[in-house]
């Protein structure tokens, strides 16, 4: 399985269960309206939370821009997709005042809560996708010394 | 043999998405055709191609849009999603990962081709009471396909780093001889392994470069890409419920009214999530409780393993672009127990991006460490031939669902399948096993196997998907043992059929499209010997 689908299979997932459980946070996840790509801010969010994920010398060595790589795995999505993804960056944003803001994405995984441990997962395979699917990622690979 | 499609084919191929601008496009909808195929994978690209080549005149509707061969690379930030429709089981969180796009789900499986085991296909004739269609009744559809699609038996010659140690598990674990060579559609696979990104040098055979090509050269066929299918028209007459006519919308616009394609007959095929939300969207449609239920997942997981030895085998393509991937093509499968505890797993895609999600469970530092190693890991996907407890397609404000709870045996089989492979991966080798679990416990050394035996878990836990969703429609002797009879036509219609993987009594156990196109086949030319 690709790894986006992955993620819109978890995202899918998180709706559904948001709208069946309810919880302290839940009142804030609420459903935005639905865009077609990530908004500044979003954006901004999503590079704070892989600031978070991968070592900035990573970041910095490559010149990979997490949020801007997301915006182009929305392209090659259909239009439904891109509403489960943009959705979904929006809901972890909000949810993140809770869970220590950029580290949202860490801080969700120790939940008690299954919704948000989800949560915390999902944005991290959505981040760590964006940047190890973009080819300037492989230099940090290390190179086998015996092709097998 | 790979067949191009060519711009003569090409132009007989059109997007709803033009129906308010093209007059030609608006031309298609309004012709009366001798049937209409919905859906333009394993089943309705072979059924169209059996009915076009006897010289019916034929119109197939693919949900999908149509995507070029020359705009197919193995960029996985261009091509991630491109193919795939996205739907998951309720409430829980296994995805059903539909090919959504000319060509179906051939664009996006592994070119895999195997035959059921006998003992599912008792299973069918058990389950069915049909005895006609069996491993010999379908052999000449089998080995028809095999010629078009150049299915050819992988040979030992083929076998890189992973799937060696596919080979040494089986005798690690006891059972060297249900170690089977697998068939693949392509009789010179270049070994890149992405062949879910749609096979970006083209050496896939898949119903774009196959069974379509073919169809479209008769000059009877049309196709209708980026078209939803929603419902099939029709009413009682005196010799049952007759179809007359397809009502469909483009795609992402069903808010539209829906534009009426008249048939002669209307043939469904698109799989098994999608072919019994069309019926049961069918107003008046007979039979409709038996519709949409048992449907089989047969799920996936990946098990992730990370060796001191580097596990890739070929990283480089002709242009230089440099793709580092492992894992594929398979050329077994393990089948050690797929009769007894009904799971079997085989060397898979694993690259960079695919690996990073999986493992991102891990604290930033680890997994940064084992995406470094990427070279030295490799990924087995397990898969479990599933029985449900509660499984059905229902409709949710006109939208399907598949209402879903797995059965206990599945979890054991589950667990059984990591217990297997983990212990057999470590006899092998591997320094860490990953299991496909939200929080997985730490498998490094024979001790922490018995971790594995205290598991817990339900598929809201595992990290599980399905791309052999089959049944829901199954073939049957009556009404009261299935949706269709052993022709593939709806009890209850005189002129509505099935031709895809619903038709499955139960789950095949093998990878499933070389069997949904025998059936289908099966299915079309019963069509043309009734007349």
């Given amino acids: 399985m690709e790894p986006l689908e992955e993620i819109l299979q978890e995202?899918?997932?998180?709706?559904?269960?948001?709208?069946?459980?309810?919880?302290?946070?839940?009142?804030?996840?609420?459903?935005?309206?639905?865009?077609?790509?990530?908004?500044?801010?979003?954006k901004r969010f999503i590079d704070a939370v892989a600031a978070t994920l991968i070592p900035a010398t990573a970041l910095q060595s490559t010149g990979i821009n997490v949020g801007q790589n997301i915006d182009r795995l929305l392209q090659s999505g259909n239009a439904d997709h891109r509403r489960k993804v943009t959705r979904f960056v929006a809901w972890s944003q909000r949810a993140s005042i809770l869970y220590g803001g950029e580290k949202v994405a860490l801080n969700a995984r120790g939940s008690r809560?299954?919704?948000?441990?989800?949560?915390?997962?999902?944005?991290?395979?959505?981040?760590?996708?964006?940047?190890?699917?973009d080819e300037r990622a492989l230099t940090l690979i290390d190179v086998p010394e015996e092709s097998a | 043999m790979i067949r191009k499609l060519t711009s003569k084919h090409r132009s007989h191929i059109f997007s709803a998405r033009d129906l308010d601008t093209s007059e030609k496009c608006r031309q298609v909808v309004q012709t009366y055709y001798d049937a209409c195929v919905i859906g333009s994978g394993p089943g309705g690209a072979i059924a169209a191609a059996t009915?076009?080549?006897?010289?019916?005149?034929?119109?197939?509707?693919?949900?999908?849009?149509?995507?070029?061969?020359?705009?197919?690379?193995?960029?996985?930030?261009?091509?991630?999603?491109?193919?795939?429709?996205?739907?998951?089981?309720?409430?829980?969180?296994?995805?059903?990962?539909?090919?959504?796009?000319?060509?179906?789900?051939?664009?996006?499986?592994?070119?895999?081709?195997?035959?059921?085991?006998?003992?599912?296909?008792?299973?069918?004739?058990?389950?069915?009471?049909?005895?006609?269609?069996?491993?010999?009744?379908?052999?000449?559809?089998?080995?028809?396909?095999?010629?078009?699609?150049?299915?050819?038996?992988?040979?030992?010659?083929?076998?890189?780093?992973?799937?060696?140690?596919?080979?040494?598990?089986?005798?690690?674990?006891?059972?060297?001889?249900?170690?089977?060579?697998?068939?693949?559609?392509?009789?010179?696979?270049?070994?890149?392994?992405?062949?879910?990104?749609?096979?970006?040098?083209?050496?896939?055979?898949?119903?774009?470069?196959?069974?379509?090509?073919?169809?479209?050269?008769?000059?009877?066929l049309t196709v209708l890409t980026d078209c939803e299918?929603?419902?099939?028209?029709g009413e009682d007459d005196k010799e049952g419920w007759t179809a007359s006519a397809l009502a469909v919308t483009p795609r992402d616009a069903s808010n539209r009214s829906a534009t009426l394609i008249k048939a002669r007959r209307i043939i469904v095929a698109a799989g098994a999530f999608f072919s019994s939300a069309v019926l049961l969207r069918s107003p008046k449609f007979p039979n409709r409780q038996a519709i949409g239920q048992k449907v089989y997942l047969q799920p996936h997981a990946q098990v992730f393993a990370l060796f001191d030895?580097?596990?890739?085998?070929?990283?480089?393509?002709?242009?230089?672009?440099?793709?580092?991937?492992?894992?594929?093509?398979?050329?077994?499968?393990?089948?050690?127990?797929?009769?007894?505890?009904?799971?079997?797993?085989?060397?898979?895609?694993?690259?960079?991006?695919?690996?990073a999600s999986f493992v991102s469970y891990l604290p930033p530092r680890d997994h940064f460490e084992i995406m470094r190693q990427?070279?030295?890991?490799?990924?087995?996907?397990?898969?479990?031939?599933?029985?449900?407890?509660?499984?059905?397609?229902?409709?949710k404000d006109g939208r399907a669902q598949l209402d879903f709870e797995e059965s206990k045996h599945d979890?054991?089989?589950?667990?059984?399948?990591?217990?297997m492979a983990a212990k057999g991966l470590l006899a092998v080798g591997a320094r860490r096993v990953f299991l496909p679990l939200l929080r997985p416990p730490v498998i490094e050394k024979p001790s922490d196997l018995?971790?594995?035996?205290?598991?817990?878990?339900?598929?809201?836990?595992?990290?599980?998907?399905?791309?052999?969703?089959?049944?829901?429609?199954?073939?049957g002797i009556d009404e009261r043992r299935g949706v269709t009879n052993a022709s593939g036509l709806v009890f209850g219609t005189t002129n509505v059929y099935v031709a895809d993987s619903s038709l499955f009594p139960t789950a095949p156990g093998v990878n499933p499209s070389w069997t949904i196109m025998a059936l289908a086949r099966h299915v079309a030319t019963g069509i043309l010997s009734r007349g």
């Fill in chain 2, 229 to 233: 299918a929603r419902s099939v028209v």
């Fill in chain 2, 411 to 419: 979890i054991e089989s589950f667990r059984r399948c990591f217990l």
């Fill in chain 2, 309 to 355: 030895k580097p596990m890739t085998s070929r990283g480089t393509l002709e242009d230089g672009q440099y793709v580092p991937h492992n894992g594929v093509p398979a050329i077994y499968n393990f089948l050690g127990f797929l009769q007894e505890h009904h799971f079997w797993w085989l060397a898979s895609i694993l690259y960079p991006a695919s690996l």
């Fill in chain 2, 450 to 475: 018995g971790k594995i035996e205290k598991l817990k878990f339900t598929y809201n836990d595992l990290i599980s998907y399905s791309d052999h969703t089959s049944g829901g429609n199954q073939f």
């Fill in chain 1, 113 to 133: 809560f299954m919704l948000v441990r989800k949560m915390g997962r999902t944005l991290s395979s959505l981040c760590l996708i964006a940047f190890w699917a």
């Fill in chain 2, 374 to 395: 990427f070279h030295h890991t490799m990924s087995l996907t397990v898969t479990v031939k599933d029985d449900p407890a509660k499984s059905r397609i229902v409709l």
């Fill in chain 2, 51 to 220: 009915l076009t080549q006897a010289g019916l005149k034929v119109l197939l509707v693919e949900k999908g849009p149509f995507i070029p061969q020359e705009q197919i690379n193995f960029r996985v930030l261009d091509m991630s999603n491109r193919f795939g429709h996205v739907e998951t089981t309720s409430g829980y969180r296994t995805v059903l990962y539909q090919g959504s796009a000319l060509g179906g789900s051939s664009m996006i499986f592994g070119a895999v081709a195997m035959k059921p085991k006998q003992f599912v296909f008792d299973e069918w004739k058990e389950k069915s009471g049909i005895a006609e269609i069996n491993a010999e009744t379908l052999e000449p559809h089998y080995q028809h396909i095999a010629e078009v699609m150049s299915v050819t038996r992988q040979t030992k010659d083929l076998e890189n780093r992973p799937n060696a140690v596919v080979r040494e598990m089986a005798g690690a674990l006891g059972k060297p001889d249900d170690l089977v060579f697998v068939n693949r559609y392509t009789s010179a696979c270049a070994g890149i392994g992405l062949c879910n990104f749609g096979c970006g040098v083209d050496l896939k055979g898949n119903m774009s470069n196959s069974f379509l090509p073919l169809a479209l050269e008769t000059g009877n």
């Fill in chain 1, 11 to 42: 995202i899918t997932s998180f709706e559904t269960q948001l709208s069946r459980r309810s919880f302290i946070g839940a009142a804030l996840l609420i459903a935005v309206a639905a865009d077609v790509s990530l908004g500044k801010d979003d």
